[in-house]
């Protein structure tokens, strides 16, 4: 601040301005101090209740997350948010009479049921009325949340919206890009409408073998996707002539950069999960797949926008104590296990990479011949640097379009879906 002549300090106006400003001053540095350092907050983006396909309470399934160290969940129940109660059939629910006996023990008088034309009855609680059972501030936060559930043809397309504020329906189209465009359009609509944060991410792209690399990396205004999905069908690692949803974002995010994109499309890890009451491999178990998101605040604005800014990790059960950018290079800190060992492989695609790429047909269940993702040169999503460690880093060299990190530890994942999943954690993608 420049240094002002004596003769203009003793001037009233100027007296009070400097008041004010020290006043101000003052107030924002009080707030500074308020304010609490970032911290990471673990999170399940995905979930399914009787309000859907899924084989248990809602209650019951925020306490199973709350009491294992989650601090926010997104209950995402296909095409259906739960804004007032519903009475259902205990019979001829999925958990059935074993699941409201375990609901009773759990909550007791809490549980609301009757007798309905012979048949047992329970009321499941909408969001508003359970959330108040789990939520704290700084400790636990309940989100509002939909899983839009689309299709084209034959072709399951799903995605989750966070946060809503109403309910979207389906929104149908003429292709699978077009579904998914108009679905995350919808989104979009009613958080520039309302002015409530809230996002879209694309579901399980292999899930039905629905959604080429292609088709999705036409979208306009979708920032997130599922990298991993606890669900036993989703086919995380591809199969059948199909790649990966590992290979198909380095192929979404190589051609979106090169057409001009500038926001980068991020992974998410979720469960997805529907069944509660047995632990197999089979099924779709909570537990698997999670998102840490970096924020000060556990509030969904906060974390909308810490990763919206890319400031989290996806995890199938690697932690990470930190990972930072300085100039250019990109360290990481992992929690380390005892016992167990960990290597990261830095990935991404450099200037100047093959573009070239040649159609796939493969045949569908019925032997019909379908077309997957094209098939593309090994220049893309290459494995830049491969490191041994706790802190692994890396040095941008500039040329890169991107870079991404996985850390995969030697530990199997707990409740795994396959035999060789690993523990894993996904780092978003960095320009140099």
Known sequence: MARLPLRNVFHPVLIAALGLAWA???IA???????????WWKGNLHTHSLWSDGDNYPDMIADWYKSRGYQFLAMSDHNVMAETGKWIDVAKSKGGVPALEKYRARFGTGVETREESGATQVRLKPLAEYRTLFEE???????????ITDKFEKKPIHLCATNLK??????????????????????????????????????????????????LMAVRGD??????????????????GRPGTERMWDIMLTHQIADGRKELLF?????????????????????????M??????????????????????????????????????????????????????????KGYDPASEPVTV???????????????????HVLAEVEGTSPAYTFRGDELYVRAVVTSSRPQANRVRPDDMERAWLQPMRP
């Open 223 to 240: 920032r997130f996707f599922e990298v991993y999905n606890g669900h036993p069908t989703v086919y995380n690692e591809g199969g059948e």
């Open 24 to 26: 101000g001053l003052h």
């Open 363 to 381: 045949a569908d269940k019925d032997g019909t011949p379908v077309t997957v993702t094209r098939r593309y040169s090994a220049d893309i999503g």
């Open 293 to 350: 998101v970096r924020s000060p605040l556990l509030s969904p604005d906060r974390l909308i926008r810490a990763m919206e800014a890319g400031d989290f990790y996806a995890s199938s059960g690697v932690t990470l104590r930190d990972f930072s950018r300085n100039g250019k290079r990109l360290k990481i800190e992992i929690q380390p296990e005892a016992g167990v060992t960990y290597r990261t492989r830095f990935i991404g695609t450099r």
């Open 137 to 147: 501030p700084g400790k636990f936060l309940m989100i509002p949340s939909e899983e």
């Open 29 to 39: 540095n009080a707030q500074r101090a308020d304010t609490p350092e970032p911290r």
């Open 267 to 291: 992974g998410v890890a979720v469960d997805d999960s529907h069944n509660y009451h047995r632990e197999d491999p089979k099924v779709s178990n909570p537990g698997r797949g999670w998102v």
């Open 166 to 215: 109403e309910l979207i329906k389906p929104q149908g189209g003429d292709s699978v890009t077009q579904v998914i465009q108009r679905d995350v359009d919808a989104v979009l609509e009613q958080r520039a409408r309302t002015g409530q944060a809230m996002f879209p991410h694309v579901n399980h792209p292999n899930f039905g073998w629905a959604i080429t690399a292609e088709e």
